[in-house]
């Protein structure tokens, strides 16, 4: 299993940058045999996908409201996955989360991932 914690969210203004992290321990199954993606919640909405990489860290898929905007990375020997968030938009406000999944791609379903960490509010002025 896997225990997620994310940190590095915060206000920001539109046009404006942040990063996320999100910390992995695990223990029985290695990191590196998660795929790993990032949810977004925002007030009144339901959880959306956002981006997933695959176990290597090889390949990334984005939503099509953050594609070109933001970045996922998976760093196996430091067994963190990170977003960066570029060109912040008010519409990205919404608490991010972090999940694992023991697939080795990651799918857009939040059903599909077991491991949730507690999540880290992003909110975007205008």
């Known amino acids: 299993q896997v225990q997620l914690v994310e940190s590095g969210g915060g206000l920001v203004q539109a046009g404006d940058s942040l990063s996320l992290s999100c910390a ?7 990191f590196v ?4 993606g990032w949810f977004r919640q925002a007030p009144g909405k339901e959880r959306e ?6 176990w290597s860290g090889l ?4 939503s099509d409201s953050v594609k070109g905007r933001f970045t996922i990375s998976k760093d196996n020997a430091k067994t963190t996955v990170y977003l960066q968030m ?3 938009k008010p519409e990205d406000t919404a608490i991010y989360y972090c999940a694992a999944t023991e697939g080795l791609v990651p799918e857009i379903a939040g059903a ?5 960490g507690q999540g880290t509010q992003v909110t975007v002025s205008s």
């Not at 996908?49 to 695959?54: I, K, Q, S």
């Open 33 to 36: 045999n998660y795929a790993m």
């Open 59 to 62: 390949r990334t898929y984005y």
């Open 86 to 88: 570029n060109s912040l």
């Open 24 to 30: 992995a321990s695990t223990s029985g199954r290695t």
């Open 112 to 116: 599909s991932y077991h491991y949730w």
């Open 49 to 54: 996908f956002v981006a997933g990489v695959n």
